[in-house]
């Protein structure tokens, strides 16, 4: 990670519009990291049960979600951002690491 990333936030509780709102502190460094749970593609013997559960959590306890690699890309796509790398779960926990950049 960077030490120049301008933002850490998390993202599973917003809608969209508010995730824009995110990227907008990132104009002089150009980089933002996110520290968020990432749902596999599809369900199935891969899928972390403690990252399907906390989806579950999310969507139950606070209107939320968690999203899949494509979702987050797509969602900082729509802020001007560009997904660059997701790091491998930061064990003992099921949280990666997303850095995206400004377009």
């Known amino acids: 990670m960077s030490s120049r990333a301008?933002?850490?936030?998390g993202t599973t509780t917003w809608r969209a519009p508010s995730c824009d709102a995110a990227a907008r502190p990132c104009p002089t460094t150009r980089k933002l990291l996110l520290v968020e749970p990432?749902?596999?593609g599809e369900n199935g013997p891969a899928a972390e049960l403690s990252v399907?559960?906390?989806d579950l959590n999310m969507l139950v306890m606070a209107g939320g979600r968690e999203r899949t690699e494509a979702e987050y890309a797509?969602?900082?796509?729509?802020?001007g951002l560009e997904l660059t790398r997701v790091g491998e779960p930061l064990t003992p926990t099921h949280f990666q690491v997303l850095e995206a950049v400004l377009r």
């Not at 301008?6 to 936030?9: A, D, H």
């Open 6 to 9: 301008s933002s850490t936030t």
């Open 74 to 79: 797509a969602l900082l796509d729509s802020a």
């Open 38 to 40: 990432v749902l596999p």
């Open 52 to 54: 399907v559960l906390s």
